[in-house]
């Protein structure tokens, strides 16, 4: 895997509380390394691996999430599933219609 990096700049405003680091020292920061890209990529592996168990089936994660909710609280509304599955209306009624 490439290992992406950015500089950051240093304490722009001058030593930082301990007045131990200089304003002009940089950082190296390894985005593969942010927690935000590791939460990113483990979301992608794991949808990737739901959708390869889902699709013998012929179900996509969009309807998965809704059947999920339909078990769980049966009767609920479209408006009702469209808030908890976080979709917008219009777009709850073509994945019903699938």
């Known amino acids: 895997m490439t290992e992406w990096s950015v500089q950051l700049p240093g304490n722009v405003g001058g030593d930082d509380a301990e007045g131990s680091r ?13 927690l935000g890209y590791l939460l990113n990529r483990t979301a992608r592996l794991m949808a990737n691996e739901l959708a390869d168990r889902l699709r013998p089936a012929g179900v996509a994660i969009g309807q998965w999430a809704v059947l999920l909710f339909l078990w769980a ?26």
């Open 73 to 98: 609280r049966d009767g609920l509304s479209q408006a009702e599933l469209s808030r908890l599955v976080a979709i917008e209306p219009p777009t709850m009624v073509r994945t019903i219609d699938r």
């Open 22 to 34: 200089p304003a002009s020292r940089s950082e190296t920061f390894a985005v593969e390394d942010s």
